[in-house]
């Protein structure tokens, strides 16, 4: 993905004619567009090729099986014309060996979650973030998932990926995290949902939080 904007868009509406009304009026602020259960069950896989139009497309299914079932979801995610996938570590290096070899072969990408920005994402992630961290640089996968909401955490993710791996960071705006904090902490990209989409101005909204991070 390429770096303009800092900035990407989690896309969580369940109807194709907002995700289409609100991805047109945030494309040229936004370096990717995130997509997930909530569109994708709500519309069907077609509207990432409809998106991908518009800018290249994350699909945050947050994979989390056993390697086979892994390969069939990352394979189908690809086909449909998704430029990267997002999945869970927790489940394995073997598991995410399996995401990793599909994206390669189809030369797209593979961001791993490490600890999650919610309040209950510090139960079961944070004892073993840092873990997925360096299986995530050990399998090759393009970069992490990491909190918003926590900077420090970004800071302590960074340190253990280092710069080859990229950082996009959920939890701004709506979870409370600051986009200009978790850039300056280490983050490449921050992932917006709510405080854009549900802006009555989306692309007001998508150009404030630029200006913010002045990246
Ligand atoms: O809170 P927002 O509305 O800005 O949306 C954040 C998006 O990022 C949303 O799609 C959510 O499913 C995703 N996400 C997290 O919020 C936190 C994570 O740790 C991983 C993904």
């Not at 990432?48 to 099986?65: G, N, T, Y």
């Not at 390697?67 to 430029?83: H, M, S, Y």
């Not at 280490?186 to 692309?203: C, E, H, L, T």
Request: some cysteine; charged content about 25%; hydrophobic content about 45%.
């Amino acid at each position: 993905m390429e770096k303009k904007n800092c900035l990407i868009l989690a896309l969580d509406v369940t109807d194709r004619e907002n995700a289409l009304r609100i991805a047109n009026e945030v494309s040229e602020y936004v370096d990717s567009i995130k997509v997930g259960y909530p569109l994708v069950l709500g519309e069907g896989l077609g509207i990432v090729k409809e998106l991908a139009e518009l800018a290249p497309v994350i699909a945050d299914f947050k994979v989390a099986d056993i390697p086979n079932t892994d390969r069939l979801i990352c394979e189908q995610v690809f086909k449909a014309g998704a430029d990267a996938v997002i999945t869970h570590g927790f489940t394995g290096r073997d598991s995410l060996d399996s995401c990793v070899k599909v994206a390669k072969e189809y030369g797209r990408d593979v961001y791993v979650v490490t600890e999650m920005s919610h309040p209950g994402g510090v139960e079961f992630f944070r004892p073993v973030a840092e873990t997925i961290a360096k299986m995530a640089v050990d399998a090759g996968a393009t970069g992490v998932v990491a909190p918003a909401t926590r900077p420090e955490r970004v800071r302590d993710i960074r340190k253990i990926i280092g710069n080859d791996l990229h950082i996009i960071s959920p939890g701004v705006g709506a979870q409370g995290g600051s986009a200009a904090d978790v850039i300056n902490a280490g983050a490449d990209w921050v992932i917006v949902g709510r405080s854009i989409y549900n802006s009555d101005s989306p692309a007001d909204a998508a150009m404030k939080i630029c200006n913010d991070m002045k990246c």
